[in-house]
């Protein structure tokens, strides 16, 4: 009985042409689609977010150039016409250019005294080594989780007992050990990421630690300062418990105390459009400062990553 059996292929010789299987394409990787639709789904909550945060602004300005009919009549249309009345009545009759006064000589004097401390605090937090190093670090780091409502009643009796109540440079000194907490935090670990051979290197040219820290350190850290800086800014400039409890002069008052005391001056004959005014005025200098430093906010909030 005979069986077939079937050639084996032969090899091939040198030089001949080998055919080629032709193979499918393998199938487009889905890690690409999957992050496509990420993408899509995160710009779409950002552009749901800004536009939640951008109509109101855009209606409160567009508010504080219509007259009180308007507001109420039509309270989405644009003003028939620019009542600039309503700026210049807020400045003057409503007193705003003296809280705006007093609101830039705390603000400023506060935000000046908590980066110089809190900026040699930090440094020294993190560059030098000592007994209690850790422990001065997380008492400061205890003071970012005390509410400032149960301290409002002691706060209270100790600046009045001091002679610093309804004062300018009380509230200063309040705003300073307010915001020193998250300025040693957030400068402790920014210092840490710059490098320490131009310290030493300072050191060695027979540079004292007060010279080494102002004229070196102090510039190589001006992205986090700018950060930390705007973040207490917006803190402070919007305070409003700490300057009602402390500061119940009238002749003092900051803007968060004026704009309450415009809303309810006149009961139900509220000036509206004077008070949109004013919120508009108060809300200003806080968008400006972020805009124009808005790459050193990102820079500041970057850089100990990035090192």
Known sequence: MKTTETPAPLPAESGAPIAKTDTPPPPPPKEKKEGTVLNVFSHGVLVI?????????????????????SIFSSPWSLPDSLHFGNWSRAWTQANMSDY????????????????????????????????????????????????????????????????????IHGLILVYIAYSLPFTVFFLTAFFRTLPTSIAEAAF???????RTFFQIMLPMAKPGLI??????????????????????????????????????????????????????MAMLPVLAAYIIFQRQVVQGLTAGALK
């Not at 800014?233 to 005391?261: A, E, S």
Request: net charge neutral; hydrophobic share 50%.
């Open 100 to 167: 705006f006064l007093n609101t830039v000589l705390v603000v400023g004097g506060s935000l000046i005294g908590t980066l110089v401390l809190g900026s040699m605090a930090a440094y020294v937090l993190a560059r030098f080594d000592f007994p209690g190093n850790r422990f001065i670090y997380y008492l400061f780091i205890g003071g970012m989780s005390f509410p400032i409502m149960l301290a409002l009643v002691p706060l209270f009796y100790v600046v009045n007992n001091m002679g610093l109540l309804n004062t």
């Open 49 to 69: 977010w800004a536009f939640m945060v951008v109509l109101p602004l855009l209606w409160a300005v567009m508010t504080s150039f219509k007259d009180d009919r």
């Open 227 to 280: 950060s930390v800086g705007i973040f207490n800014f917006l803190g402070q400039w919007n305070q409003y418990m700490l300057p009602t409890v402390l500061n119940t002069d009238p002749d003092k008052r900051v803007l968060t105390q004026g704009l309450v005391q415009l809303a309810v001056s006149q009961g139900y004959k509220g000036d509206w459009s004077g008070l949109f005014a004013g919120l508009v």
């Open 204 to 210: 060695v040219d027979g540079a004292s630690h007060s």
